[in-house]
């Protein structure tokens, strides 16, 4: 009896280290939940499915944004349920996007047609759509980016803990130099933060502002790249401070080109749309009135017969 429980605490215990091994020499992606890794550390190869194919990825830092977008875009490998052929998809904002060697952005970038349009280093459409011979110069950075939350609840925390929380998340979580998070604002329960980060301040190594935004933005969304392992928190003397409704907006160093033509045309709509509403309003509210009035009418000829036949 008592060798035996020696024997199993002794296997368990031989199990434990197997399994503490195995776990300490296997290589895994810490930046992104579907990587796969091969190798033993530091020497890891990465891979991140995108459509059908494997693409190498250092998974020492943030997935470029250009592919993570890319493969959002494209269907997953293998057999996924058939969707119906109308099925709609929210996709605000996502498209198949081109990809340079290195995983930045095209300046160029096309739809399946024969539509182009110029984009900046976030990958965010900064001139009108053209055909297939419009011309995109360079690829201009995106230099100066806002990231836009609502906290869960109001209830008060210092706001220099607060400040100071954020920018460690920021800093620790997507390893962006601390000298790029320009400043945290809080305004009631809203939280803007300002990251900027120029051509002149961008080394090949840097992890880009913009892949830290969308990896924010999905953490914010509750859909995280990186592993649940590592969950995404603001804490403030340990309690997490929730945020949601990220919203982000992206500032060029060049002014963008995208004509107000497209936005008149959208206020235009608007008018045609609320023109028609009134219009509708006003049929209905004369159709009843008719109707009423009908109503009324009978109402007053059914007095008129009652009255005569009480006279008679
Ligand atoms: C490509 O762009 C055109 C023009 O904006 C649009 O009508 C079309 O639906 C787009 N196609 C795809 C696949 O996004
Ligand atoms: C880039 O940013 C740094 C630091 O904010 C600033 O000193 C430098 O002048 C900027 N360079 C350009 C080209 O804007
Ligand atoms: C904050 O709210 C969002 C959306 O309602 C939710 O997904 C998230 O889990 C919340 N976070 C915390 C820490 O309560």
């Not at 605490?9 to 280290?17: Q, R, S, Y």
């Not at 790029?180 to 992890?207: C, F, R, W």
């Not at 060029?252 to 080109?257: A, C, F, N, S, T």
């Amino acid at each position: 009896m008592k060798v035996c429980t020696a024997l199993r605490l002794g296997a368990a215990l031989v199990c434990f280290i197997l399994v503490a091994q195995t776990q300490s020499q296997d290589c895994f992606c810490p930046t992104h939940v579907r990587g796969v890794c091969n190798g033993n550390p530091p020497n890891c190869a990465c891979k991140l499915p995108i459509g059908p194919d494997d693409v190498p990825v250092d998974c020492t830092k943030l997935i470029p944004k250009c592919l993570l977008m890319k493969r959002e875009s494209l269907p997953a490998k293998g057999g996924r349920r058939p969707k119906p052929e109308n099925a709609l998809v929210d996709n605000d904002g996502l498209y198949n996007p081109d990809c340079e060697g290195n995983g930045r952005f095209k300046a160029r970038q096309c739809n399946n047609t024969e539509t182009c349009w110029c984009v900046n280093s976030a990958g965010v459409r900064r001139t009108d759509k053209g055909d297939k011979n419009w011309k995109c110069q360079e690829l201009v950075r995106t230099f100066w980016i806002i990231v836009q939350m609502t906290r869960n609840s109001t209830e008060e925390v210092p706001a220099n803990d607060l400040k100071k929380a954020i920018e460690d998340t920021i800093t620790s979580r997507y390893k962006l130099p601390v000298k790029h998070v320009a400043t945290v604002e809080l305004e009631g329960s809203m939280i803007y933060v300002d990251l900027k980060q120029n051509s002149s301040e961008l080394s090949p190594n840097d992890v880009d502002i913009a892949d830290v935004a969308y990896y924010m933005e999905k953490d914010i969304k509750s859909d995280p790249f990186i592993p649940l392992e590592n969950p995404f928190a603001i804490l403030v003397n340990g309690k997490n401070i929730g945020v949601k409704e990220p919203l982000i907006y992206y500032i060029d160093e060049k002014p963008h080109e995208i004509s107000m033509k497209r936005l008149t045309a959208g206020v235009i709509a608007v008018i045609v749309v609320v023109v028609v509403a009134i219009i509708a309003g006003i049929i209905v509210l004369v159709l009843t009135r008719r109707k009423k009035g009908r109503y009324e009418k009978a109402e007053v000829k059914e007095m008129n017969e009652m009255q005569k036949q009480l006279t008679s």
